[in-house]
């Protein structure tokens, strides 16, 4: 805002998995932007669905269905019925850490490349012609354009990548809760970015935002008769996007006015810290969420839900806030670059240099401290401490024009579908929810590793574009048919759950017996959609 209380417009481009797509949810971010044959496809899959025509139908719905449910079927074979019996994981710090800084180096050397030549190759404009005359426009564009500011969509993907590389080293289980503190904090700032600028809480927004984020979890459930809390990644950002959802809606014709916005997030900054910080006092935690969840020990939930889901919630309960302080500053932090960027080199870099300076030492602090801490001990600081290392991260990754216009390539296509590869690896890279190695060739751990690997990342890419791509055929930016969509699909699955409810009763989960049962239901599903046109 300036300084007469109107709102400064400033164009958007990062978000969380909570808020990821520029084209179909929100406009500051491009995870429907993958391969450029997978982009293709998209584009392709974005006509309204022609009900009337046989092979719109096959190509558009039951296509997308069968491969989707195929990857299903390859996940269930690989966690019950495996070639060959599951092994224990191993850990080698070395080794660990050869292979990822192999990736980081490589992603610097020979993909760092400026951003609007990443979002060529992601719209398929991969011909020599158009990307010379992508770099003609990148040198004639403002450094401060939406693809070169500051958090813009290549860095929020490019971040991204620790949180895979990093989920198994036991050592640095801290740096972990920082990565995932990253983005959870992204969640808060992302999705508050797309609520101000749009002003859109229609439902088919809402339904296209919660797809996203629960779609792949929901069947992996379904699938692997596992509960929604072992996924507490999915859950999690569910929840805390419900709360920016419900902070922005609640008087959202006066959310650019001065200071009701800043109300609301000193109301929410309160409820917080009563609900979280003051548990032991007050339990309102427990209170609230009694009828959701018990204290009866599950599978990812050993201690029951209700304990998990404090634990797992208290790590990282200040992080939305901050994204959205964070969002609600971003107008002032891109206005500091601008009139810092417009002084005498010498002016701009003492000045970049004393906030650099403030920030390191703050960061320097923390590496000393709560870094070092136990597992135990480091969960008390996360939530009042993590946000130092992201907030200093921000800062001198975006520290001059050029830094801000450059991303590196391969680090933003791992990036790009972190959600699914942090859900597939619970069965089709590693086994029985993470807990043992998926073996194909026994007696070679590397060469498995090498092949399990391959399988996994090409699965997980496939399963991010299928859950864009049903998406956008099943929930259309129309209300009506958004719901009637919606309605159609839980019906079909309570369907085949029911059915599926009957086999495990009549004790016929053999390969062979779920092989049988889904190419029936399959066909009877086809001939329904076929029937209803």
Known sequence: ??????????????????????????????????????????????????????????????????????????????????????????????????????????????????????GNNATGQTSRSAIKQGMQDNRNRDENSPDNAILNRYQTEEWKFPTVSLMYAVEVYNGIRVMITCYVWMTGFGNFMFFQKTNDYSLHRILQMLWRLNFLVLFLCLTHGNRYILYYIC?????????????????????????????????????????????????????????????????GARMGTMWEWYFRSTLDHWSVLLGMVFAINYPITILWFKKIELRSIRRQWMGKMAVAFGMLYALRTWVKGPLTYSKTQYNETNPYYGFIPLVTYIFLRNLTPTMRSYSMELLHEIGKTTLETYLMQHHIWLSSNSKTVLTFIPGWPRINLALVTCVYVLLSRKMHNLTLLLR??????????????????????????????????????????????SIVCGTLLYQSVMDST
């Not at 293709?40 to 997308?64: A, C, E, M, V, Y």
């Not at 809606?249 to 650019?256: A, D, P, Q, T």
Request: net charge negative; aromatic share 12%; proline share 3%.
């Open 472 to 517: 956008t055929i099943i929930l259309p930016d129309d209300r009506e048919a958004c719901i009637r969509s919606s309605v159609a699909m839980l019906v079909t699955i309570a369907g085949f759950y029911c059915t599926a409810f009957v086999v495990d009763e009549m004790d016929m989960t053999s390969l062979m017996s779920v092989g049988v049962v």
């Open 1 to 118: 805002w300036d300084s007469g209380g109107a709102p400064i417009h400033v164009t958007l481009s990062s978000s969380s998995s909570a808020s990821e797509e520029t084209v179909a949810l929100i406009s500051h971010n491009d995870y429907t932007k993958g391969s450029s044959s997978s982009s293709k496809d998209l584009k392709k899959s974005k006509q309204p669905l022609d009900t009337t025509s046989l092979p719109s139908i096959f190509s558009n719905l039951l296509h997308h269905c069968t491969v989707f449910g195929l990857i299903l079927l390859y996940s269930y074979i690989c966690e019950n019925h495996p070639p060959y019996p599951h092994d224990e994981k191993t850990y080698d710090r070395d080794e660990f850490f050869f292979w990822t800084i192999l990736v980081v180096v490589i992603a610097g050397g020979h993909s760092l490349k400026k951003n609007v030549d990443i």
């Open 235 to 299: 859950p999690l950002h569910t929840y805390y996007f419900l709360m920016v959802l419900g902070v922005m809606y609640v008087g959202k014709e006066r959310n650019h006015t001065r200071w009701w916005m800043r109300t609301k997030l000193g109301v929410l900054a309160i409820i917080i810290f009563i609900v979280w910080d003051c548990e032991s006092y007050f339990g309102i935690f427990n209170l609230l969420h009694q009828f959701f969840l018990s204290d009866e020990s599950v599978e």
